[in-house]
C-alpha cells in the first residue's frame, strides 16, 4: 500500500489552509479558536488574513489548527504517543475511523494546555541553556537573577574630598 492510498483516508488530505480555516470559523468563531489553541492570531484583532498569513509562516501554530480540526472538529479518536509526534498531514488514519459530527465547544471551558512532547522534562536542560526545574530559581526574578532585597550601605572614605575632580576650592 503507497503512502497515497494511505492519505486517502486522512481529512487533511488536499485540503488547503483556508477551507481549514473557514471551516472552523463557521463552526466555532474566533473566541472558541483562540482559547481552545491558545494562538495569539485569534486573540488579538483577529481577521482571516491575518491568521492565514500567520499560519502559513509559522509550522508549530499550522499543526496545532490542523490537530484542532482533526480531533474536534473532525472528532477522530486522539492519536497515540507515537502518532501524535507526526505531523497531522502525514499521520495514517486508520480507514475503520471515521469523521463524526464537530466537537461542541463551550466558550470558557477550554481545558489547561498539555505539553506531551518528551523534549521538555525536569531533568534535561531547556534548549536554551537554562535549567528548567523550578526549585533552581527560588529567590530568584523571572530571568534567574537575584534580587536585592536591601539597599546596600554607602559609606564613604574621610580622606577623599568631596569633589571628585580633586580640585580644592579657592
Not at 8 to 20: I, Q, R
Not at 81 to 108: F, H, N, T
Request: aromatic share 8%; net charge positive.
Amino acid at each position: 500500500m503507497t503512502l497515497e492510498n494511505e492519505q486517502l483516508n486522512n481529512p487533511l488530505h488536499g485540503l488547503k489552509l483556508d477551507t481549514l480555516l473557514d471551516e472552523l470559523l463557521e463552526q466555532y468563531g474566533f473566541e472558541i479558536l483562540a482559547e481552545y489553541t491558545n494562538i495569539n492570531c485569534f486573540k488579538n484583532k483577529p481577521s482571516v488574513v491575518s491568521s492565514l498569513k500567520f499560519l502559513r509562516k509559522t509550522e508549530w501554530a499550522r499543526e496545532k489548527m490542523e490537530r484542532f480540526y482533526l480531533y474536534e472538529f473532525k472528532n477522530l479518536p486522539k492519536a497515540d504517543d507515537v502518532q501524535y509526534e507526526i505531523p497531522p498531514r502525514l499521520r495514517v488514519i486508520p480507514s475503520y475511523q471515521k469523521p463524526k459530527d464537530p466537537a461542541v465547544l463551550i466558550l470558557g471551558q477550554a481545558p489547561p494546555p498539555v505539553i506531551r512532547s518528551s523534549n521538555f522534562s525536569d531533568d534535561k536542560p531547556s534548549p536554551r541553556g537554562r535549567d528548567n526545574r523550578s526549585d533552581s530559581r527560588k529567590g530568584n526574578n523571572e530571568r534567574g537573577f537575584s534580587r536585592r532585597t536591601e539597599k546596600p550601605e554607602q559609606s564613604r572614605p574621610t580622606d577623599v574630598p568631596s569633589n571628585p575632580y580633586g580640585n580644592s576650592p579657592k
